[in-house]
């Protein structure tokens, strides 16, 4: 936060989203605290400039160029700022407008704003874990260059957060990601082979954007998060575990050299890590539903079953092999991910096209982001084509 402002200025990239969305709402409860500054969307027009008449930012971009008349035109009688395209997110990503940047873009297309907000020293909250996934390492090591915090909102990882807070001494032995297991938690092959898009989009605990809505049914979201950690957390592969919990009331926990395990739990509500994220190191008081165990009752735990949801071996292989696997695997998922939400691939086909892009695409051990990119292509260019896309 500059020192001028008492007020966090929040810069919201992926506003229109499911996490966008909950990011305004958290800021709209707290306006002595937050203003958002600035907001962008793909596509979503409509809801762009509703959002920027009841939050007045300074900026909007509006991704698709072809939109830009109408958010213009709507918001003509304002002082808002109206941007369009992809370099817009990046330019206004570098801007003195906001402190911090809530990232939450899905996928790859997050990368690059969010690198040049923390070259620019902006506190970054990250929601888009696709980005630490696809280049973690660069991304740590240029926010320790430029001191540019990076706070997690994805629940497992504000949950370890919370854990470490006052243990900067002490030895991690293990962290424990829990994960729902998903609306398919206990089936087998033979059930997932017929899955359709609308099966998969019903999640039994969190309502989330598509993407990674999918992304839980198939528990690859829980390998995203074990590489998501390791960069966040500084880990080796091996001190990441995942336990399938499927009341989602433990968000993680951190096993300590002592054999101590502390875990974070709530109610599965996002607003609760996202408000952690902008109001870092203070907690803010709200209204939102309170935890009862008693309600709850039983809390269980058991082993993922990886030989069915192969996506989380996938997953685990890269996190263990490091280079530019982790960043292939992702991008094949995107476009698995893609196809599938058109009807285009089955569910279980998904993993073969992972699997197929994991094999094909060239190793490389300690990629630059230049190479990043060009295995991004490639992974794309190649799942694309197995696709018939
Ligand atoms: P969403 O699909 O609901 O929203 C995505 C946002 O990104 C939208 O505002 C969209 O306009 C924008 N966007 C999409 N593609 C873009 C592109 N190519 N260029 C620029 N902007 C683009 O997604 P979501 O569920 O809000 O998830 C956002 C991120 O947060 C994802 O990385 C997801 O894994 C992570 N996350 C989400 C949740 C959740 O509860 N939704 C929980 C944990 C982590
Ligand atoms: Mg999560």
Not at 54 to 64: A, H, Q, R, T, Y
Not at 97 to 108: C, K, Q, S
Request: proline share 5%; with cysteine; glycine share 6%.
């Amino acid at each position: 936060m500059n020192t001028e402002h008492q007020i966090k200025r929040i810069g919201i990239f992926g506003s229109t989203g499911s996490i966008g969305t909950q990011t305004l709402e958290v800021i709209a409860a707290h306006p002595d605290l937050f203003s958002s500054e600035v907001l962008t969307a793909r596509e979503n027009d409509e809801l762009l400039i509703k959002q920027a008449l009841k939050f007045n930012p300074n900026i909007v971009v509006i991704g698709d160029e072809k939109k830009y008349q109408k958010v213009k035109e709507a918001l003509a009688g304002t002082d808002v700022k109206v941007f369009a395209g992809e370099q817009a997110m990046e330019d206004v990503a570098s801007m003195d407008v906001y402190d911090l940047m809530l990232a939450a873009i899905v996928g790859y297309a997050g990368l690059k704003p969010t690198l040049i907000a923390i070259e620019n020293g902006k506190a970054i909250a990250l929601a888009n874990k696709e980005t630490l996934v696809v280049a973690g390492e660069i991304m740590m090591q240029k926010a320790v260059e430029n001191r540019a915090p990076i706070i997690p909102v994805d629940s497992e990882h504000s949950a370890i957060f919370q854990c470490l807070v006052g243990e900067t001494r002490n030895k991690v032995d293990n962290i424990i990601l829990t994960a729902s297991g998903g609306p398919f938690l206990g089936r087998k092959p033979n059930y997932l082979v017929n899955i359709k898009r609308e099966h998969a989009l019903q999640h039994p605990n969190w309502s989330m954007g598509a993407k990674i809505t999918v992304d839980s049914a198939t528990l690859m979201n829980k390998g995203l998060e074990m590489i998501e950690a390791r960069w966040l957390f500084n880990l080796k592969p091996e001190q990441i575990k995942v336990l399938i919990h499927p009341q989602s009331i433990i968000h993680s926990m951190v096993e300590f050299e002592d054999g101590s395990v502390k875990a974070q739990l709530g109610l599965p509500d996002m607003k609760l890590p996202i408000q952690y994220a902008l109001s870092f190191p203070r907690r803010l008081s709200n209204d939102y539903p309170r935890l009862d165990l008693k309600k709850i009752g039983t809390l269980t735990f058991e082993d993922p079953d990886i030989k069915t949801f192969r996506n989380l071996a996938l997953a685990i292989e890269a996190l263990n092999k490091g280079g530019n696997l982790p960043c292939v695997l992702n991008a094949a998922n995107e476009i698995a991910v893609f196809a599938f939400l058109r009807n285009r691939l089955g569910f279980l086909d998904m993993t073969d096209v992972i699997e197929k892009t994991m094999q094909h695409v060239p190793f490389i051990a300690s990629p630059t982001l230049d190479d990043y990119s060009a295995s991004d292509g490639e992974a794309r260019n190649f799942a694309a084509d197995l696709i018939r896309l």
